[in-house]
């Protein structure tokens, strides 16, 4: 949509709005807005937006000059071939009527009404001639502003201006206005991110974006400047002294709020330019089209009514449906050697005492894998049955330890993970609990691991 | 971050499946003794975003069959600051042997203490899921990435058998498709109200224990809000392109009708508009 169309659209409910035929009191049954030809409306507000840019372009960049109608006429149909010269002129004197505005002027409690709206004049004379006035300048103002205004940041610097020349009561409400900007840029890209509306319908080039990531890395790096002001420079403690003595507030108290302020739109700059960053590379997802919403309710009409193969139902079943995890166990194979363990410890340390054993472990990846090895028929069968802790494998005391072993070297081992015989793996997987074992000699504390088969034994 | 702390984050991730420094619609989850707290989850995550350890960490999760998503408070609709972690299923990954859906077979689709046959368990599990997101998305004018709106969009127990008890009518009216065509028709008919009840209010109960749902708190009814992480899981659903659920009509009809049908979205045409 172009900016002027989306500027008389946000504005057209205030006019409707203006222009109700509701009675005060009346009960309201529908929005009262004048019946519009699609045709007719949209051909003549074509015809006066290119009224419009015809004399702002003849102007080129003067204002006060005034353009005979031949020559609007016939740039206007250069733009939109399809105006004639009646339609040309009914549009014409439309734009250049006064049109009345009623309104309540600020505390007051009577209307008023103002009679200034006119977009387009004509002096008096015999002259058909046009220029533009005061209305129409602000609405090119405010249409080339709309970008900036929405999505850009150009007046951070503000800020700074506002520490400098002491207008400190500006500040906070600056930062607010920054803040503003930032969540309207936000809620611009998450717009884009779920498809509502595409990258395409919002900026028109890529360029325009990226003079947005630009704006924005320069105001990130302006709040830290005012931060800096705020926190050490001592001429703005010195002025902040000065401004807070003469209205009797507390310096430190005003001078850390302001600091709170700046922090806070620091602290949004710096959200909305790392979201930036992974906008941009995402971007590519990003520039497709909008999206509608699906019924689900017909899918599911289709599938009880149409055929469909049970299985192929059951296969995208199980790739929807959510993970429930029973048992906070997970198989952490991926950190062989990496992962730092909870050792054993001698009674007198506190339980659950832990250090950084990775030297330890590829000795006790050893000492395991010979253990599994050694009782593999054991342990494989008792996994058949299903998962067991290591705690409940140590209380069954059925497996055979050799010389020199002792139970603290089955401990810490829930990083191994190998290959056991052709078709069985035993994965062992942290469960968050920790067990106590007690041996002749030793008092054991630890991470209790479950050991549980896969592939095709468990699954 | 630390392997140790990789392996505490993942712990805490597998049990809560979010974390957030600023929770939205919930309350912090509670820490127990032996993990670490919520917040000591964001931090260490958020201090090691781009580096080695963050993407061997990811990179371990895509092994899992998961997905660490994470979201300014500003990108899912809510105002100040605050940043959010999410554990998701990787829609096409392989998932690792011990989350497999067996729990689901096991519960969420026997009815009652009866045995169930796989077929009933498939027709339910995937008719209520369905039923459930057009409540989540179709009812709302909500595509399937509209992230954002995960907190504001509710359903209640009521609505969800009032709205399954009609569509089972209506398939009732419209007849049985002929031969093998109507076997879903079959077994969804056969249900009773009671019956209907009974199922969805198990459903609910699973939703909530996956995750998917929350309960909302001081609701007289049976009212639930949709989390972070079923939001975002459908938008990585949708992503997926999880097609073909729904069979052509005939030959000529494959190719359309193959995509986008199960995505929550279809494309628009140059010219169309997304409230057409």
């Known amino acids: 949509m172009r900016p002027e169309i989306e500027l008389i659209s946000a504005v057209s409910r205030l006019i409707d709005a203006h222009d109700t035929k509701r009675k005060l009191g009346a009960p309201l049954f529908q929005v009262s807005a004048p019946n519009i030809d699609l045709e007719n409306a949209s051909n003549h507000l074509e015809i006066s937006l290119c009224i419009l840019d015809v004399l702002n372009e003849l102007d080129e960049g003067s204002s006060d000059l005034l353009h005979p109608k031949v020559e609007i006429s016939f740039q206007v149909k250069k733009k939109f071939p399809k105006a004639d010269d009646i339609d040309i002129d009914y549009c014409l004197r439309l734009l250049s009527q006064a049109r009345d505005i009623h309104y309540f002027p600020e505390d007051a409690d009577k209307p008023t009404t103002t009679r200034a709206t006119q977009l387009i004049e004509r002096p008096r004379g015999d002259y058909e001639q046009y220029r533009l006035t005061e209305a129409s300048r602000i609405l090119f103002k405010v249409n080339s502003l709309k970008r900036e205004w929405l999505y850009e940041d150009l007046d951070t610097e503000k800020i700074i201006r506002a520490l400098e020349k002491s207008q400190f009561e500006s500040v906070g409400p600056l930062c607010a206005e920054r803040q503003r900007n930032m969540d309207a840029l936000s809620k611009l890209l998450t717009k884009i991110e779920e498809h509502t509306v595409s990258f395409s319908d919002v900026f028109t080039t890529k360029n325009e974006f990226d003079s947005i990531k630009t704006t924005t890395a320069a105001s990130l790096e302006i709040t830290k400047k005012a931060a800096g002001m705020l926190r050490s420079d001592p001429a703005t403690e010195s002025r902040i002294k000065e401004w807070c003595d003469e209205r009797g507030i507390n310096a430190n108290e005003f001078r850390s709020q302001l600091l709170q302020d700046c922090m806070k739109i620091n602290r949004a700059i710096d959200g909305i330019s790392r979201r930036i960053d992974r906008f941009v590379k995402s971007l590519k997802s990003m520039l497709g089209k909008a999206v509608a919403v699906r019924n689900f309710m017909s899918i599911a009409e289709e599938l009880a009514t149409r055929p469909r193969d049970l299985e192929i139902i059951e296969s995208y079943l199980h790739k929807m449906i959510p993970i429930v995890i029973e048992d906070n166990f997970f198989a952490p194979s991926d950190f062989i050697e990496s992962v730092d363990l909870c050792d054993y410890q001698p009674k007198a340390l506190p339980d659950y005492a832990c250090t950084d054993m990775s030297r330890y472990v590829e000795e006790e990846k050893v000492y395991m894998t010979s253990f599994l090895a050694r009782n593999r028929k054991w342990i494989v069968d008792r996994l058949k049955k299903g998962p067991i802790t290591f705690q409940q494998i140590l209380e069954t005391g059925e497996f055979e330890i050799q010389s020199g072993e002792n139970l603290s070297h089955f401990f810490g081992v829930y990083a191994i993970i190998d290959d056991f015989g052709e078709t069985v793996r035993i994965a062992v997987g942290i469960t968050g609990n920790k067990t106590k074992y007690r041996d002749d000699s030793l008092e054991i504390t630890g991470d209790n691991p479950v050991l549980f088969l896969i592939d095709e034994v468990n699954t | ?276």
């Open chain 2, 1 to 276: 971050m630390t392997p140790r702390q990789m392996g505490e984050v993942f712990e805490f991730l597998l049990k809560h499946r979010e974390a957030s420094s600023n929770p939205i619609y919930r309350s912090r989850f509670p820490t127990d003794k032996n993990s670490i707290s919520e917040q000591q989850v964001v931090q260490i995550l958020e201090s090691s975003f781009a580096s080695d350890q963050y993407r061997f960490f990811e990179d371990f999760l895509a092994g899992q069959g998961f997905v660490l998503k994470y979201y300014d408070s500003t990108q899912i609709g809510a105002r100040g600051e605050g940043l959010h972690f999410v554990l998701a299923r990787a829609a096409d990954a392989c998932r690792a042997p011990l989350y497999a859906n067996k729990y689901w077979f096991d519960n969420a689709f026997n009815y009652g203490q009866k045995k169930e046959t796989k077929d009933k368990k498939i027709v339910w599990g995937i008719q209520l899921w369905l039923i459930m997101q057009y409540l989540l998305y179709t009812r709302h004018s909500r595509t399937a990435f509209q992230i954002s709106l995960f907190g504001q969009t509710t359903i209640s127990e009521a609505e969800f058998v009032v709205h399954t008890v009609d569509y089972i009518e209506k398939l009732r009216k419209k007849g049985r498709p002929e031969g093998d065509n109507g076997v879903v028709w079959d077994i969804l008919t056969k249900a009773d109200r009671k019956e209907v009840e009974g199922r969805i209010h198990k459903f609910l109960d699973l939703m909530c224990t996956a995750k998917m749902l929350m309960p909302i708190k001081g609701e007289t009814s049976a009212v639930y809000r949709q989390t972070l992480l079923a939001a975002v899981e459908m938008s990585l659903t949708a992503q997926s392109s999880i097609d073909c659920l729904v069979p052509p009509k005939s030959i000529e009809e494959k190719m359309p009708v193959v995509t986008d049908v199960l995505n929550g979205y279809v494309a628009l045409e140059e010219g169309e508009n997304v409230s057409d």
